[in-house]
């Protein structure tokens, strides 16, 4: 099946740092990769959706000044949380879509997700 | 908009069958997913339903009613390791998938 990475798996910063996640897609390309932030028994709220080559679109409330997305090649996408606030602490997950997939052109696989905590 | 509603939490037994329902409204509806989540990891894909009826996979079987914006998550012969949340997700036009809140399912022995 289709296997997404991502990295690092946990990170813990001061307020104030930029943090950069890494999303890859390790057998497939994926023009279009998801950013999702999940809180604590909660469901995945969509951040952004990130097309290769192209700006990626933010859902509404995200701040696209505050979480810079890049989305250079069809294996990678990179989140950037900048100038990173204790509330911005929480599960980040990253998911591509594999147009080939058995399961159907819009089958997500998801990255293994990064816990970020912000001191 | 989408509204996409599921139960919270269940409970079960192991080794029974239990039935997580999903009901959603959304216009443009292209399918639905079912994904399942253990805690502290990332979901894992379990099934897409495009047209009405029954898919079956394995212990998990899915459900869709495009009329009445419902589905369906069968598990059977449930073990431990099924305890984890169940999404619900629907995708519609050229948006990304919108996830239900998710039911917890917690198998007891």
């Known amino acids: 099946g289709a296997v997404v990475s991502q990295h690092p798996s946990r990170v813990i910063c001061k307020s104030g740092t930029s943090v950069k996640i890494e999303c890859r897609s390790l057998?497939?390309?994926?023009?279009?990769m998801f950013w999702y932030r999940q809180f604590p028994k909660k469901s995945l709220m969509l951040m952004a959706t990130s097309n290769e080559g192209s700006k990626a679109t933010y859902e509404q409330g995200v701040e696209k000044d505050k979480f810079l997305i890049n989305h250079a090649s069809l294996t990678l996408s990179t989140l950037t949380v900048t100038s990173a606030h204790p509330e911005d602490s929480s599960f980040y997950i990253c998911?591509?879509?594999?147009?080939?997939?058995?399961?159907?052109?819009?089958?997500?696989?998801f990255g293994p997700g990064t816990r970020l905590l912000v001191l | 908009g989408q509204n996409i509603d599921q139960p919270t939490e269940m409970t079960a037994t192991e080794g029974a069958i239990v039935q997580i329902n999903c009901t959603y409204q959304?216009?443009?509806?292209?399918?639905l997913f079912w994904y399942q989540q253990h805690a502290g990891e990332a979901p894992t894909f379990l099934s897409y339903?495009?047209?009405?009826g029954l898919e079956e996979k394995g212990r998990f079987s899915s459900f869709l009613s495009r009329s009445k914006g419902y589905s369906y998550l069968l598990l059977k012969e449930l073990q431990m390791k099924d305890s984890a949340s169940y999404l619900c997700?629907?995708?519609?036009?050229?948006?990304?998938?919108?996830f239900g809140s998710g039911t917890r399912l917690q198998v007891q022995p």
């Open positions: 997700a629907v995708t519609a036009g050229r948006r990304a998938l919108t």
């Open positions: 959304t216009s443009g509806f292209n399918g």
């Open positions: 057998d497939f390309q994926a023009t279009t």
């Open positions: 339903n495009v047209l009405d």
């Open positions: 998911s591509a879509r594999d147009p080939y997939s058995a399961g159907g052109p819009e089958t997500q696989y």
